[in-house]
C-alpha cells in the first residue's frame, strides 16, 4: 500500500490540484519515454510479504502498533488491518545466488516478526485468506491507525456512494455477505514480486506477466477458507476485487474498467499507456500534494490494483527505471515456497516475453481472463487455453511446456545452477508433480480432521517454522 499521507480528506479544489498535478508528471513521464532516459543497469527483484498476527488461539489480533515498535525495522510496515503488516526485501540483483540471499534476508526479517510476535505470547503467520477471521472483525474498528487508509475508506464510499461492498463467491460452499467499508482487503494477503525492466522490452514483460499469471496461481493458490466457508483455492482474488470495488465506464472506448482487475487489455506498444489510462479512466482517491518528483503520478498509480502493475522507480539522482509488480500470489505457506514462486514467476516471463511471436498476438485477453479465474478457482484441476489455441489440463502445460521453458530461460540469465536446480526442481517441480499447494494441503487437513480450523493454523504454523517446503508437509 506504500508509506503513509499526513492530511485529512481533501476539499474538491485540493483534488482538482492533486489531478493537475497527475496529468503534468505524465507528460514528463511520456518526456521520457521518449527519450528512453531510464536506467538499465542490472536487473533487480524484489518482494513483499504480507503477514497476519495471531492470538493464542489463532484468531486476529489487533496490535500491529505495539508489535511494529518491538520490530523496529525500518522494512516491516503496517497494512491495511490492525492484525496485518507487511515485509519489504531489499532489491537483489538478478544474478548468480541472487535468490538465495533474498531467502536469507527474508528468513532474517521473518524470525524478528515471530520473536516480537512470540514476546507478547502472540503468532506472526504468512498466507492468504485466514481461516478463523471473523465478520464482525471487518469493521472500521479494526482499520490500521495510518491516514492512508481512512481517507482511502472515505473516498471509496463516496465514489460508490454509500452503497455497500458486497463479497460474492461460490466453490464448495457459497459466501454472500455486505460491509460498509474497505477493509475486506485486509484478508488478501500476497506476495508481490518486483522485476525491473528495460524500456524497450517493458510491454512484452507487462504482457507476458499478465498471461503468466494463472500459472503462477495453479503453482501457489494458498486461499481456500473464508470465514469457515470453502470457497476459491485462491479465494484472495475474489476477495481483494470486491472490497474496493469501484466502477468507471469509459467514455472513450465504452469499457468498464475497475479498481482490481487483470486490466482493460493487453498493452499495445509501450508501458506509458498504462500510466495515461490512469489519469484517463480512473477517479483520485489520494490526494496529498507535494514538491517531491513524480510524487503524484506515483500515488495514483498506488492505488490502481492491477494483478500487474507498472511501477515507476527512483533511483536516486534524478533517474527512474521500469519494474513489473505481479501481485497474483498468496503470502506463504513458507519463506523457501515465496522465494521459489518469485523464481518460477520470472523464469515463466522471460520466457513469454521473448517468443519469437509476441505472446499477445498467439493468444487473446479473454482467454488470459479465462484461464486466470478458472485457475483461481480450482488450480491444478483448471483446464485452460493455451498459446496455440488449444484447451489442456493446466498441470499438463505446467509439466510439459512452461516449467522445463521457464527453467531454460533462468539458465540463459546466468542464474546459478544449483539455485535454479534447488528452488525450481526441488520445489516447484516437485509441487506439480504432487499437485500440492497451500490450498491444496490446507483443504486436505480440514477433510481429514474436520472442520476444526484453530488446529489447522496450529499444524500449519508449525510447519510454517520449519521453512519446510509446503508439498512436504503432513496431514
Avoid at 491507525?145 to 481512512?150: E, I, L, N, Q
Avoid at 533517474?319 to 515465496?338: A, F, N
Amino acid at each position: 500500500m506504500g508509506k503513509d499521507i499526513k492530511f485529512t480528506p481533501s476539499k474538491k479544489e485540493e483534488v482538482e490540484e492533486f489531478k493537475k498535478r497527475v496529468e503534468k508528471e505524465t507528460a514528463q513521464l511520456q518526456q521520457i519515454f521518449k527519450e528512453g532516459s531510464f536506467v538499465k543497469k542490472g536487473h533487480k527483484v524484489g518482494i513483499e510479504l504480507e503477514g497476519w498476527l495471531l492470538n493464542e488461539n489463532m484468531l486476529p489480533d489487533p496490535f500491529n502498533e505495539t508489535f511494529l515498535k518491538a520490530v523496529d525495522q525500518e522494512q516491516i510496515v503496517p497494512e491495511i488491518a490492525k492484525f496485518n503488516f507487511e515485509i519489504n526485501s531489499s532489491p537483489f540483483v538478478l544474478a548468480s545466488n541472487g535468490f538465495s540471499k533474498l531467502e536469507n534476508e527474508m528468513l532474517s526479517l521473518w524470525n524478528e516478526c515471530t520473536k516480537a510476535a512470540n514476546s507478547f505470547n502472540k503468532n506472526a503467520i504468512l498466507i492468504g485468506t485466514l481461516p478463523t477471521l471473523r465478520p464482525h472483525m471487518l469493521s472500521l474498528d479494526y482499520l490500521s491507525a495510518s491516514s492512508r487508509y481512512k481517507v482511502m475508506n472515505q473516498k471509496v464510499m463516496e465514489l460508490r456512494n454509500k452503497k455497500p461492498l458486497n463479497l460474492r463467491m461460490d466453490g464448495k460452499d457459497s459466501l454472500r455477505m455486505s460491509m460498509d467499508s474497505v477493509i475486506a482487503e485486509c484478508a488478501a494477503t500476497s506476495l508481490q514480486i518486483h522485476l525491473g525492466v528495460d524500456p524497450e522490452n517493458a510491454k512484452d514483460y507487462y504482457n507476458a506477466s499478465t498471461v503468466a499469471s494463472a500459472f503462477l496461481i495453479a503453482v501457489s493458490a494458498n486461499s481456500p477458507y473464508f470465514f469457515g466457508k470453502e470457497l476459491w483455492d485462491e479465494s484472495r482474488i475474489g476477495t481483494f476485487e470486491q472490497a474496493v470495488e469501484i466502477e468507471a465506464k469509459s467514455s472513450n472506448d465504452g469499457l468498464v474498467r475497475k479498481r482490481v482487475s487483470l486490466g482493460s487489455g493487453f498493452v499495445k506498444k509501450c508501458l506509458f499507456e498504462l500510466f495515461e489510462e490512469n489519469i484517463k479512466e480512473y477517479p483520485i482517491l489520494l490526494s496529498e500534494l507535494s514538491d517531491e518528483d513524480f510524487f503524484h503520478l506515483r500515488l495514483h498509480n498506488g492505488t490502481i490494483w492491477r494483478w500487474t502493475r507498472p511501477v515507476l522507480g527512483d533511483s536516486g539522482d534524478g533517474k527512474y527505471h521500469l519494474r513489473i509488480e505481479q501481485r497474483t500470489p498468496s503470502s506463504g505457506p513458507t519463506i523457501v515456497d515465496s522465494i521459489a514462486n518469485s523464481m518460477f514467476y520470472i523464469g515463466m516471463v522471460d520466457y513469454l516475453a521473448n517468443l519469437e511471436d509476441k505472446v499477445e498476438s498467439q493468444i487473446s485477453f479473454y482467454d488470459v481472463v479465462q484461464n486466470f479465474y478458472a485457475a483461481s478457482r480450482i488450480s491444478y484441476f483448471a483446464k485452460v487455453t493455451w498459446i496455440d489455441g488449444k484447451s489442456y489440463p493446466i498441470t499438463k502445460l505446467l509439466k510439459e511446456t512452461i516449467f522445463p521453458e521457464a527453467k531454460k530461460s533462468l539458465i540463459k540469465r546466468g542464474l546459478d545452477k544449483n539455485e535454479i536446480d534447488y528452488y525450481m526442481d526441488s520445489i516447484i517441480l516437485e509441487r506439480i508433480n504432487k499437485e500440492v499447494n497451500g490450498a491444496i494441503w490446507q483443504k486436505a487437513f480440514i477433510h481429514t480432521h474436520g472442520k476444526r480450523f484453530q488446529e489447522l493454523l496450529e499444524a500449519y504454523y508449525e510447519n510454517q517454522k520449519t521453512n519446510t517446503p509446503v508439498h512436504k508437509w503432513k496431514i
